[in-house]
């Protein structure tokens, strides 16, 4: 069974800061991983997804990594905005009927 | 246009009655779901359809009952509702192909049961 864990559970930097957000998996036997935003009140919205046989995905200031034989991913978010504050959720999708297990979420507050 | 559009946002009940959530997807996906979201932020996967058939029925209580009308529709009914079933429930779509399988959310509705 695929657990997803995420660390930290909580971040708060000063606007400016370059930060990674932590996401390990159990299962290696994956077919993507994806990262998605979370915004109070609302749905989720995908940020990028790596397939299984890529190492990173990248759009503007953020960078995702994969390294599935140690079960890690990483998300990169370069000089922080006070918009980027929101929760951010990994989601590893497995087979068996095309499941997304999602992480417990990393919830980012960027301060001015 | 709204890609995943979920009804009604704010669903408030008491214990015993029966509700339904209504999804409708504008994307052309083949592939539509239900998350819940609990208390404590944890998304789970409830069902998953694929071209109007049942592909994932993650152990959810028989109270709950998705049906798919067509691929573009995936509603989810809940009988006998219980304090418990109190979560915020995503739907979502997908194109189906597994490898770029890039999810698409809606933006959820709060059900509150009293």
């Known amino acids: 069974k695929q657990e997803v864990t995420q660390i930290p559970a909580a971040l708060s930097v000063p606007e400016g800061e370059n930060l990674v957000l932590n996401c390990s998996f159990t299962?290696?036997?994956?077919?993507?991983l994806q990262w998605f935003r979370q915004d109070p009140g609302k749905g989720l919205t995908s940020l990028l997804l790596?397939?299984?046989?890529?190492r990173e995905q990248t759009s503007g200031r953020l960078n995702a990594s994969l390294d599935k034989s140690s079960g890690r991913s990483t998300l990169y978010i370069a000089a922080s905005q006070p918009g980027d504050s929101a929760t951010y959720l990994c989601?590893?999708?497995?087979?068996?009927?095309?499941?997304?297990?999602f992480g417990t979420g990393t919830q980012l507050k960027v301060e001015l | 246009d709204t890609a995943v559009s979920q009804t009604p946002k704010y669903l408030v009940t008491q214990m015993g009655n029966d509700k339904s959530i209504k999804c409708e997807q504008n994307?052309?996906?083949?592939?539509m779901y239900w998350y819940k979201q609990d208390s404590k932020k944890f998304l789970k996967i409830m069902f998953s359809y694929n071209n109007k058939e049942l592909i994932i029925n993650e152990t959810v209580p028989n109270r709950f009952s998705p049906k798919s009308p067509d691929k573009a529709h995936l509603n989810l009914h809940i009988n006998s509702l219980e304090l418990g079933d109190s979560a915020v429930y995503f739907c979502?779509?997908?194109?189906?192909?597994?490898?770029?399988?890039?999810?698409?959310f809606g933006s959820g509705t709060q059900l509150s049961v009293l």
């Open positions: 790596i397939q299984s046989s890529q």
């Open positions: 299962d290696s036997a994956i077919y993507n």
């Open positions: 994307l052309g996906h083949d592939t």
């Open positions: 979502a779509s997908s194109h189906g192909d597994r490898r770029n399988e890039k999810l698409f």
């Open positions: 989601a590893i999708l497995t087979g068996g009927g095309n499941k997304l297990t």
